[in-house]
């Protein structure tokens, strides 16, 4: 009974910290039909955000309200400068943000070194939970990851800009003949997936060793799930997300780390292979 809960705890906590990566790339992706390489780093950068926040001697707070807002930032200037000149090219995008994203890492080993850092634990301590001690702060990121995905659902499938977002997901040039501003949507789309991975890296600094590599750790795993789940919907990517972490978790715990790699791969390619849209899009 206490391996059920602890398996089923730590297969409940890499899922919601996946999604809160997946989100993000999702959202750019769906929209832009973007693949952004960079991402990894934007979760990056939002870790390293909680390294200066710490170090200046603020609250860990702070540095959780200080990420979005940098990334968002960020994810602007980035627009600005490079996405909007390379849309509907979709090779050039790969190796356009693939460059951001040594840039990016560049700078952060240029201002912060290249060496690991470490984050205090904003929630010290354990909480007990059907027997089971489990840290508090994994569910304090469960909490956020919920709350987030709660708050992108509302947003995408109740309001009048998630109505225009889905408008241009299906036919871009439609939406841009009835008025959509498609231009000022793709702007505020990518800071708002850099901002998401802005929160997923200031959220997940504590429980991780902060270092340039950090990002890549997350990215691999979170675009198998947008291509497992199906890319374009947020049910896609908690679909791709319960997959992919279940599988990993539930095979690292009965053998080892290497073997669940192998076998997440493995499955993806399946998925792939018989479901090209992903299991939630219609099979070819």
């Known amino acids: 009974m206490t391996f059920a809960v602890t398996l089923g705890l730590d297969t ?11 989100l993000g790339l999702v959202v ?6 973007v693949i952004n390489m960079a991402h990894g780093e934007f979760f990056l950068i939002g870790a390293y955000c909680v ?5 200046i001697g603020l609250s860990y707070w702070w ?24 849309y509907r090219r979709f090779i050039d995008s790969i190796l356009a943000t693939w460059g951001i994203s040594l840039v990016l890492k560049q700078l952060i080993v240029i201002v912060f070194g290249a060496t690991a850092q470490s984050v205090d634990s904003p929630i010290p301590g354990p909480v007990e939970i059907l027997g089971v001690t489990y840290p508090a702060y994994r569910l304090f990121i469960m909490g956020v990851a919920i709350a987030l995905s709660s708050a992108m659902f509302l947003l995408f499938y109740r309001t009048p800009i998630g109505l ?21 949507l793709d702007r505020a789309t990518f800071a708002i997936g850099a901002g998401i991975a802005g929160v997923a890296g200031a959220v997940m600094a504590p429980i991780m060793s902060v270092d340039p590599q950090m990002g890549v750790g997350f990215l ?16 896609g990517a908690l679909t791709g997300t319960a997959v992919i972490s279940s599988t990993s978790v539930l095979v690292s ?11 997440v791969f493995t499955l993806s390619i399946l998925v792939i292979r018989f479901f090209p849209r992903g299991i939630t899009g219609r099979r070819s």
Not at 28 to 33: A, V
Not at 253 to 263: E, L, R
Request: hydrophobic share 65%.
């Open 164 to 184: 225009a977002v889905r408008g241009v997901i299906a036919n871009r040039a439609m939406a841009a003949s009835l008025g959509i501003n498609t231009r000022r």
């Open 51 to 55: 390294v200066l926040i710490q170090k």
């Open 28 to 33: 750019i992706f769906g929209l832009m039909n």
């Open 63 to 86: 540095a959780l309200l200080l990420a979005p807002i940098v990334l968002i930032a960020v994810g602007l200037i980035v627009e600005e400068l490079v996405i909007r000149h390379i």
């Open 220 to 235: 691999i795993p979170a675009f198998l799930s947008i291509l497992v789940g199906g890319s374009g919907t947020l049910l």
């Open 253 to 263: 715990d009965v053998w080892t780390q290497v073997v669940a790699q192998v076998v």
């Open 12 to 22: 409940l906590s890499f899922m919601l910290a996946l999604l809160l990566v997946t």
